[in-house]
C-alpha cells in the first residue's frame, strides 16, 4: 500500500463547472503526478509536482491547472470542464530509485455531462 | 506522436499457454523500461522492468526481453493464469530528480480457462 488516497472516486457533472480532485498521500515524497487514462491513449500525463509549490506541465495539460501547498497533497483542477474531460484520472508518487516505478491511486472517474 | 506502441489492444490465450505482450518504442534514450498491470476499477501496478542496459529480466512467471536494434519490448507470461487477466501497459522511463514516464495504449489481456 503506498499511502495514496484519491478523492472523489467518482464524480458527473455538468459541462462548464469547476471540478477538483484531489490527490492525498501519507509518506511525504517529493514527485507526484496527475495521469488520465482514455481508450486508445493509455496513461497520459497532465501536471506534475516536484515540491510545495513546484508544478510544471505534463502532455496534455491544457485546460487543468494543479496546486500543491503541502508535501501530502496534489490538486488537480478542471476550471470549466468539457466533455473531452470525461476520462478516468489518476495520481501517481515517486518514491525515488533508479527504476522510475510510480505508485498510483486508485483512481477517479469523471464524467462531464 | 506516440512513443511507445503497443500495437495489439487485446489478446486471448488459454490458460497454461505462454502470454507474449509486444511494445515498440521510437525513443533510445531511456533509463528503464517497465510493465505495469491494471485491473478494472483499479490503480495501475508496477509488474517488472528491464533496465537500458540488459536484454533479458526474469521475475517468476513473468520475463521481459529487449531488442535495442529493434526497438522492440515483449513480456512473457508462462504458463498463463485467468488471474493474469488485466490490461498491460509498457512504459518508458528516463532518470533524474524527476522521472519522466511515458505510457504505451495498453494491451487487454484475457486468459481463458
Known amino acids: 500500500d503506498a499511502g495514496i488516497t484519491q478523492s472523489p472516486r467518482h464524480k458527473v457533472t455538468e459541462t462548464g463547472t469547476p471540478v477538483t480532485l484531489r490527490c492525498h498521500q501519507t509518506?511525504?515524497?517529493?514527485?507526484m503526478y496527475w495521469y488520465r487514462q482514455d481508450p486508445g491513449h493509455g496513461l497520459r500525463l497532465i501536471h506534475y509536482?516536484?515540491?510545495?509549490?513546484?508544478?510544471d506541465k505534463g502532455e496534455v495539460s491544457d485546460g487543468y491547472s494543479v496546486s500543491r501547498s503541502k508535501t501530502e497533497d496534489f490538486l488537480l483542477t478542471l476550471e470549466s470542464a468539457t466533455s473531452s474531460q470525461t476520462s478516468v484520472y489518476f495520481c501517481?508518487?515517486?518514491?525515488?530509485?533508479?527504476?522510475?516505478?510510480?505508485?498510483f491511486g486508485e483512481g477517479s472517474r469523471l464524467t462531464v455531462l | 506522436d506516440q512513443q511507445v506502441k503497443q500495437n495489439s489492444p487485446s489478446l486471448s490465450v488459454q490458460e497454461g499457454r505462454i502470454s507474449i505482450l509486444n511494445c515498440d518504442y521510437t525513443?533510445?534514450?531511456?533509463?528503464?523500461f517497465l510493465w505495469y498491470k491494471k485491473y478494472p476499477a483499479e490503480g495501475p501496478t508496477f509488474l517488472i522492468s528491464?533496465?537500458?542496459?540488459?536484454d533479458k529480466n526474469e521475475d517468476g512467471r513473468f520475463t521481459v526481453f529487449l531488442n535495442k536494434s529493434a526497438k522492440h519490448l515483449s513480456l512473457h507470461i508462462v504458463p498463463s493464469q485467468p488471474g493474469d487477466s488485466a490490461v498491460y501497459f509498457c512504459?518508458?522511463?528516463f532518470g533524474g530528480g524527476y522521472q519522466k514516464v511515458t505510457f504505451g495504449t495498453g494491451t487487454k489481456l484475457q486468459v481463458i480457462p
Open positions: 501517481a508518487i515517486y518514491p525515488g530509485g533508479n527504476t522510475g516505478e510510480l505508485f
Open positions: 509518506e511525504n515524497h517529493r514527485y
Open positions: 509536482s516536484y515540491g510545495v509549490k513546484d508544478t
Open positions: 525513443n533510445s534514450m531511456f533509463d528503464y
Open positions: 528491464i533496465s537500458s542496459i540488459k
Open positions: 512504459a518508458e522511463s
